[in-house]
């Protein structure tokens, strides 16, 4: 387990966390969500947050179309993500800010790496939006990224299964769940946790991860250094 003390993390939460079978944004997920972050935030650890944009739009499956056009557009997807979050995050108390990779002056603020830890060090939720500003990133990668600007002590990432295992198990009922992990054991392995890019910053950054369910109470379990999935450090 973490030996440090926790007192800022970064939450990697999905674009399919937020939307549901028939909505690609689900309001009652959008406020339990906020519900959960809240509770961090009550607690006195700081938190940031990178989402992805799956629930509207994939760059990576757009077939034929120009790759940076089609991510250019994933990362909009995210800021329209992010912008819903910041408003459930309001109804319910919490005090957060949007913050973009590439300039959208009416709609957020600019990311810069000092603006996003200054939020954070006046209690606010800093929501990151817009992946990395580049193309053929994912927004794994830039939640590595952020994580390594801002200072956090450790990545949390919410899935929908309830850690990382050996194989797929919702296609294997046998598949092995690991309570631990290093970085270079998931690279051998070949486990699907984030792209290569990411988990290799995670090495060369010393960035430990918390990979959960997204079931309550588990964000503010990870954010406390609980294991309540897998944990993977160097």
């Given amino acids: 387990m973490a030996s440090k003390k926790i007192t800022r993390v970064l939450l990697k939460l999905s ?3 937020l ?8 309001f009652e997920k959008l406020d339990h969500v906020a519900r959960e972050i809240s509770t961090v935030v009550n607690s006195g650890i700081e938190i940031a947050i990178v989402l992805g944009g799956g629930n509207i739009w994939r760059g990576r499956s757009s077939g034929d179309m120009d790759r940076p056009r089609a991510d250019d557009m994933g990362m909009l997807a995210t800021t329209i993500n992010s ?25 957020a603020e600019y990311y810069t790496a000092r603006a996003a830890r200054e939020a954070l060090s006046q209690g606010k939720v800093a ?9 053929f990133f994912s927004t794994d990668t830039a939640a590595v990224l952020r994580a390594l600007e801002i200072n956090a002590d450790a990545l949390l990432m919410a899935k929908d299964i309830d850690g990382v295992y050996d194989s797929d198990p919702k296609k294997n009922p046998a598949a092995i769940k690991f309570d631990e992990l290093t970085w270079n054991k998931i690279l051998e392995l070949k486990l699907g946790v984030m792209d290569l890019t990411a988990a290799t910053m995670c090495i060369d950054g010393g960035l430990d991860a918390y990979v959960f369910g997204l079931k309550d109470g588990n964000i503010l379990k990870a954010a406390k250094g609980e294991n309540t999935g897998t944990y993977i450090t160097n």
């Avoid at 939307?19 to 689900?26: A, P």
């Avoid at 408003?87 to 973009?100: C, I, K, N, Q, R």
């Avoid at 929501?127 to 193309?135: K, V």
């Fill in 83 to 107: 912008i819903a979050l910041l408003d459930s995050l309001e109804h319910a108390g919490v005090p957060a800010a949007v913050f973009t990779a590439t300039p959208m002056i009416k709609v």
């Fill in 19 to 26: 939307s549901s079978k028939d909505n690609v944004l689900d």
């Fill in 127 to 135: 929501i990151l939006a817009g992946g990395s500003g580049n193309p």
């Fill in 15 to 17: 674009g399919a966390a």
